[in-house]
Nanobody, 127 residues
Framework: QVQLVESGGGLVQAGGSLRLSCAAS????????MAWFRQAPGKERVFVAA????????FYADSVKGRFTISRDNAKNTMYLEMTSLKPEDTAVYYC????????????????????WGQGTQVTVSS
């Protein structure tokens, strides 16, 4: 059974940093794209960052460009999100997601591309 488990969330002051991890199990994920999304209280879930199986390119929401870095270690079946210069508006539940088949609909930026989701990890940035 495919499972994605996020970790690394927590409470941090504005300007601080956190590193999120997403551990994947149940199959090999190295072929397929993975992504981070987030959902703030009372708002819809939105795209944060994504990368293909190779990790050769990266995609970011404008709101996090220059502050967040997505990466993956396929040998460990793990994806990361390094978050720096955090702002109160970054407060949200962060979800990792993975494409599971070669045939998917949607771009790197859309939820429809991804077939498996983690349970989420809370990130709270205080001002």
């Amino acid at each position: 059974q495919v499972q994605l488990v996020e970790s690394g969330g927590g409470l941090v002051q504005a300007g601080g940093s956190l590193r999120l991890s997403c551990a994947a199990s149940g199959r090999t994920f190295s072929k397929y794209s993975m992504a981070w999304f987030r959902q703030a209280p009372g708002k819809e879930r939105v795209f944060v960052a994504a990368l293909p199986g190779s990790g050769a390119s990266t995609f970011y929401a404008d709101s996090v460009k220059g502050r967040f870095t997505i990466s993956r270690d396929n040998a460990k079946n793990t994806m990361y999100l390094e978050m720096t210069s955090l702002k109160p508006e970054d407060t949200a539940v962060y979800y990792c997601a993975s494409q599971l088949t070669a045939y998917s609909f949607g771009t790197y930026y859309t939820e429809s591309r991804y077939d498996a989701w983690g349970q989420g990890t809370q990130v709270t940035v205080s001002s």
